[in-house]
């Protein structure tokens, strides 16, 4: 894409911004509001030598980028509401088997079939316990079209450096919604790719992980023997099915996120010096916070925004930070409420909207009036 | 200055695509910032459809309208539904042979256009937005004439150029017209 100014969707700074980070395969099955992000790959894939596949389901579509991970391609998929839902299963297989892949969330109005066309934070800690088992992901959520697109080169950038899933989490508004966005030159940003084994076939274990408990990944068919294995698995990647393997190789699936979360977490903090109480918000629905915030300033309340951007590993130390009042202004019905309230010290207050419109700013500032001290 | 303005009418009016063109001739032509919302029924046609956008010198936070500050309507039940998202004293564009104002319009600036009926003379009455986007410029001059006709130009296939020049250059003429009538 030529460098300067576009209007686009989230959903189409979605795409754009995965092909920029270097993705060059997508597998996917449409759905309201995420169907633009394949009806985009769809066009753009081909024209720069990647290939595209309109799969007969969600399920199929992560089978399928997860596979095709292991040619040592950048691979995508993006799904919404029930899809994500399908998709849960090989997410956890994608955590166990180490395989860097990107899917895209475009949240909507749930459970089940709810609110297609309209915004949903339902999914916030499904990303993180979505499937079965104790794991680690990445998850990250912007709040505008430009962010949505300079994002996806840092989920991209996680997914490879620490062999892991990233769910990308954006929201109906976000998806749909239109803004003028900046494309800089290619080579303006750096993009990390996975590691490469360093020893020839037949002595590269595929699952000896280095000193940052990250292993090098071979790609499929240059000679190295791989065994991707669901089942708790030793270095080689053959099952082993023992207490033992399953405390080694869990604990460092964990702790391979855990030990590098200060360099993955990005948090927006808005007027947040000296404030008394702070609000907590997320992707869009952190929009509005930023108006409210400037008219409560006004109004001498003393307050500010924090936007986690890195939802998970859960950015606690910024919440530890500040001795205020909190409002977790999110559209469910509690969720990263029970985060913040974990790391808080003060009151904790939840600000909940149960789906299909953002908060105003109004909403906000009334919330923020009761802490006029 | 934040400005709010929302689109309604049915579906197949192209009252998404009108709001569309307006926050990019705003964003990208006129070079401010400008955010751009849709919503939809399930029907592709003759169901409810409406389009907001909110224009500004500045980074644009809650991105849909509040209390707009221009409502277009293109149907009946537009008028019904939108009426009260207008803020008073705000500017209110009709398609004047299918929306019948009542009581509650003269709390409002209103402006009144046949588009409907001149996109039909023009040949085709699927360009009654553009002819409506041409009134909306003249009469607001929110969006400069040449931002917005750069604008529908890069969003229209070529070979409906020009009727849609013929659309956008009556609605614009009819616009000043009635300016300098009520001036």
């Known amino acids: 894409m030529k460098p300067g100014y576009y209007f686009w969707s989230g959903d189409i700074a979605a795409a754009e911004g995965a092909i920029f980070a270097g993705c060059r395969f997508y597998a996917g099955y449409p759905i309201t509001p995420s169907s633009e ?49 399908l998709m849960n299963e090989n997410i956890g297989l994608a955590a166990m088997t180490e395989v860097p892949i990107v899917i895209v969330n475009a949240m909507r109005g749930a459970p089940s079939t709810g609110l297609p066309t309209l915004v949903g934070q339902g999914d916030l800690m499904q990303a993180k316990w979505g499937s079965h088992g104790s794991y680690e992901i990445i998850s990250l959520y912007p709040d505008s079209v430009q962010e ?12 490879e450096k620490y062999r892991v899933p990233v769910l990308f ?43 940052d408990l ?17 089942l708790t698995h030793n270095e080689k ?31 927006e903090e808005y007027r947040t010096d000296n404030a008394d109480v702070i609000v907590v918000a ?24 924090l936007r986690p951007i890195t939802i998970w590993p859960f950015p606690y130390k910024y919440i530890e930070k500040y001795a205020v009042d909190y409002i977790v202004a999110e559209i469910n019905y509690g969720q990263i409420y029970h985060k913040v309230k974990e790391y808080a010290s003060g009151n904790v207050e939840l600000l909940p909207k149960m789906g299909g419109e953002l908060h105003t700013p109004q909403e906000i500032l009334h919330a923020l009036r009761r802490y006029k001290k | 200055m934040r400005i709010e303005i929302k689109f309604g009418g049915l579906g197949g009016q192209g009252i998404i695509t009108a709001g569309y063109i307006t926050a990019k001739a705003a964003a990208i032509y006129d070079g401010k910032e400008s955010a751009f919302t ?25 991105p849909q309208v509040l209390h707009a500050d221009y409502l277009i309507v293109m149907s009946q039940s537009a008028y019904n539904d939108y009426l009260y998202k207008l ?3 705000g500017v209110l564009i009709i398609e004047e042979d299918l929306v019948k104002p009542d009581e509650r319009a003269k709390d409002f600036k209103v402006y009144g256009i046949p588009a409907t009926r001149f996109a039909e003379e023009i040949g085709n009455p699927i360009v009654a937005n553009i002819v409506m986007l041409g009134f909306f410029t003249a009469v607001t001059g929110v969006v400069s004439k040449e931002a917005m006709w750069k604008s529908i130009e890069e969003r229209i296939p070529k070979r409906f150029l020009e009727m849609n020049q013929k659309a956008f250059l009556k609605g614009y003429d009819y616009g000043q017209k009635i300016l300098q009538e009520s001036s």
């Not at chain 1, 949505?148 to 997914?159: I, S």
């Open chain 2, 87 to 89: 803020k008073k004293g």
């Open chain 1, 214 to 230: 990250i292993p090098p990944m071979p790609r499929i068919g240059e000679g190295y023997k791989i065994h991707a294995s669901g």
């Open chain 2, 38 to 62: 849709q919503d939809y029924s399930a029907e592709a046609r003759g169901g409810a459809s409406t389009s907001e956008v909110v224009i500004s010198d500045e980074k644009i936070n809650y």
């Open chain 1, 237 to 267: 990647g053959y099952p082993e099915l023992t207490p033992q393997a399953q405390e080694r190789l869990i604990r460092r699936l964990n702790d391979k996120i855990r030990k590098h979360a200060e360099e993955i977490w990005k948090v």
């Open chain 1, 37 to 85: 992000i394949a009806e985009r790959m769809a066009l753009r894939l081909p024209q720069v030598g990647g290939k595209f596949i309109e799969m007969e389901d969600e399920i199929g579509s992560i089978a399928a980028i997860i596979g095709a991970s292991w040619t040592g391609e950048k691979v995508m998929t993006a799904t919404s509401g029930p899809g994500i839902s």
């Open chain 1, 282 to 305: 997320m992707g869009s629905n952190a929009r509005a916070v930023r108006t409210a915030v400037d008219e409560a300033r006004k109004e001498g309340i003393k307050a500010g925004l």
């Open chain 1, 169 to 211: 989490l954006i929201d109906g508004m976000l998806a749909h919604m239109y803004e003028k966005i900046y494309v800089p030159p290619e080579d303006a940003v750096e993009r990390i790719e996975r590691k490469r084994p360093t020893k020839p076939p037949g002595e590269q274990l595929i699952y000896e992980p280095d000193e």
């Open chain 1, 148 to 159: 949505t697109f300079d994002l996806m080169v840092d989920a991209f950038n996680y997914a």
